[in-house]
């Protein structure tokens, strides 16, 4: 059996613009999530990845990540975004802390 992904369509779905910070935010914790995994999985950073040798070029601080990397921690996060608040949930900055 073929794996066919269906996921829910986000496309045309807008965000405010004062999520902004948010998307940045939840990017650099799915980096750091994705790291400590990692880590504790016994990889070390690597000049390229290297399964074998648990080697990988990403297992630095998000700011430090190549754009293109930062990308897809951005997207990873939009795409989460969008789907909550397609889902009927709204989400909002608590103006106290």
């Known amino acids: 059996m073929a794996y066919d992904p269906q996921p829910l369509e ?4 807008e ?5 902004a910070p948010l998307v940045e ?3 650099e914790h799915n980096h ?9 999985d016994g990889w070390t950073l690597g000049p390229q990845r290297d399964d074998a ?3 990988h070029p990403c297992l630095v601080p998000y700011a430090q990540l190549p754009e293109s990397e ?4 951005r997207n990873a996060a ?6 909550i608040v397609m889902l009927g949930y709204s989400i909002q900055a608590n103006r106290g802390s």
């Open 10 to 13: 986000t496309r045309g779905g």
């Open 15 to 19: 965000l405010p613009a004062e999520i």
């Open 25 to 27: 935010r939840l990017a």
């Open 32 to 40: 750091d999530i994705w790291a400590r995994q990692r880590l504790a």
């Open 53 to 55: 040798r648990k080697k």
């Open 70 to 73: 930062k990308t897809y921690d």
């Open 78 to 83: 939009l795409e989460t975004l969008k789907v």
